[in-house]
């Protein structure tokens, strides 16, 4: 009886694992942004909205790179997104898939059935235990307007557009002048930057992180990654930072810091 018991419980999550991976495919699934993006891509003329019975599909310009937000009526009805997507000549399009390990995984297979390929994989680190260290302050300074070009620069020859959304030269500047940029200046030189953004009243999210490639391997990262500016720390009770698979020594510096991964998950798709 107890074995009977012990493999009719197995059978059942069995069962219920399939009839779940079912019902998600049966459920709808969509990336579209909050109301005041949708309102500020909407006013673009570069934003094209396309659609047919089973999804809604806003491809816009993301500094060069073809973007997509993406309404699906259910992840059954995938396959039909390659006839939607033909309408557009530009690519490649890229498409992020956030959410929990599982229905990330779910929502990448679907996709992958319209024509999509895996790029790039994320996740997400939050840390509540936000330290200021005073003493980092004599190192680490806020950009200056005048820093815009060469810090815009260094974003564009280190990260990869596709998985990175690399801020605009305006969007830079309005960063800069809101003290959410900071930098270390070596010998004349920007050596290493760090730009920030809040999110709601109490977070911010560090956005990107570099250190310039002449002064790396001298420890500069683990400065300014875990950095919050005194400005910011008395109002801030959390940062969020995204990191790819792979740089793990991003996530141990993150770590000895107090973050911890949350479950949020992105994996990058793209569409040639």
């Known amino acids: ?25 049966k459920e709808g699934w969509n990336n579209f942004p909050i109301l005041t993006v949708l309102t500020e891509l909407s006013e673009r003329e570069d934003t094209r909205l396309i659609y047919n019975e089973h999804a809604i599909a806003l491809i816009y310009d993301d500094n060069g790179v073809t973007r997509l937000y993406l309404d699906l009526s259910s992840l059954e009805a995938a396959p039909a997104l390659r006839e939607l997507l033909g309408q557009i000549c530009a690519r490649p399009i890229i498409i992020d898939c956030v959410g929990s390990a599982e229905r990330v995984e779910e929502v990448s297979l679907a996709l992958c059935t319209a024509g999509f390929a895996p790029y790039a994989h994320l996740r997400r680190l939050r840390n509540t235990n936000i330290q200021y260290h005073p003493e980092a302050d004599a190192v680490i300074q806020p950009a200056l307007p005048e820093d815009c070009e060469p810090i815009f620069s260094l974003l564009c020859e280190t990260f990869d557009p596709y998985v990175s959304h690399l801020p605009s030269r305006e969007k830079l500047l309005r960063l800069i002048n809101d003290q959410l940029v900071y930098r270390i200046v070596e010998n004349g030189e920007i050596a290493a930057v760090q730009c920030l953004e809040r999110t709601g009243t109490r977070g911010l999210y560090i956005y990107q992180t570099l250190v310039a490639p002449p002064y790396r391997g001298r420890g500069l990262g683990t400065l300014v990654i875990p950095y919050i500016p005194g400005c910011c720390a008395g109002s801030c009770s959390f940062f969020t930072v995204w990191v790819i698979d792979g740089n793990e020594r991003s996530v141990r510096v993150l770590q000895r810091s107090g973050a911890v991964f949350d479950g949020l998950e992105d994996t990058v798709l793209i569409f040639r």
């Open 1 to 25: 009886r107890k074995e009977g018991r012990k493999e009719g419980r197995k059978e059942g999550r069995k069962e219920g694992r399939k009839e779940g991976r079912k019902e998600g495919r």
